[in-house]
């Protein structure tokens, strides 16, 4: 069993940055494959970023790449989510979720999941 945990999410202006956090208990962080997805109201939700085991290789959806960063710390049990140049599509409920040996960006394949954290990006 993992928990996660994010935090970091708040209020920002267009343009603006935050960074997530995701900290995990339990079995060993290290063995699973962690992502970031987000819900904005009445929509699903939606893919954002994932790491490998080592955090050396990621994948991000179009909509945030080269403004997002995911990145892990194994030692910390905590995956981040650096977003640069907000803006209010951005808007929406943020998890971490982890899954074990998988590679996959759908939702679906995740077994483990935060509880979520609001981000609110004003135009």
């Known amino acids: 069993q993992v928990q996660l945990v994010e935090s970091g999410g708040g209020l920002v202006q267009a343009g603006g940055s935050l960074r997530l956090a995701c900290t995990a208990s339990g079995r060993t962080f290290s063995m699973y494959f962690v992502g970031w997805f987000r819900q904005a109201p009445g929509k699903e939700r939606e893919f954002v970023a994932r790491a490998s085991l080592t955090g050396i290789s990621t994948t991000y959806a179009d909509s945030v790449k080269g403004r997002f960063t995911i990145s892990r710390d194994n030692a910390k049990n905590t995956v981040y989510l650096q977003m640069n140049s907000l803006k209010p599509e951005d808007t929406a409920v943020y998890y971490c979720?982890?899954?074990?040996?998988?590679?996959?960006?759908?939702?679906?394949?995740?077994?483990?999941w935060g509880q979520g954290t609001q981000v609110t990006v004003s135009s």
């Open positions: 979720a982890a899954v074990f040996g998988k590679r996959s960006a759908a939702a679906r394949d995740y077994d483990y």
